[in-house]
């Protein structure tokens, strides 16, 4: 699990392959993740926006950005969790994903919220790190 922490906001990410719906032939290598957005503070925070970059072992980068996460834009209340699961496809069988949350407290005040690094591994190449 990968966490990240931007002033009261907390974000907590894991991921797994999905063997079923890869085809290494192809290659199509499918990973699933699961975040869940932690509002420690004080006040409640909406989410608005986010932005990925999905980076593969080849070096290939593709970034993502868009409102809410998949078709929300959750308000979280102090002491609340949001958490939604989403997937991507890679061409290799390894690369990592990072990004951030552009959100808003209730007071108008807008932030990031940092989501941590996080790798992206089938099986036989579970034990790499990419940097």
Request: some cysteine; charged content about 20%; aromatic content about 8%.
């Amino acid at each position: 699990m990968s966490t990240s922490e931007n002033g009261s906001i907390r974000v907590e990410v894991e991921s797994r392959y999905m063997p079923e719906h890869s085809d290494p032939s192809e290659p199509r290598y499918v990973f699933a993740y699961n975040v869940s957005i932690h509002n420690d503070g004080d006040e409640a925070a909406q989410l608005l926006t986010r932005h990925w970059v999905i980076t593969d072992a080849a070096a290939g980068i593709d970034e993502v950005r868009g409102p809410g996460v998949i078709g929300e834009q959750p308000r979280i209340q102090p002491g609340a969790c949001h958490e939604y699961q989403s997937f991507c496809v890679l061409k290799t069988p390894r690369g990592s994903m990072h990004g951030s949350f552009q959100m808003i407290r209730d007071d108008g005040q807008p932030f990031d919220a940092e989501i941590p690094a996080f790798v992206l591994a089938a099986p036989e190449v579970s034990n790499t790190m990419l940097n």
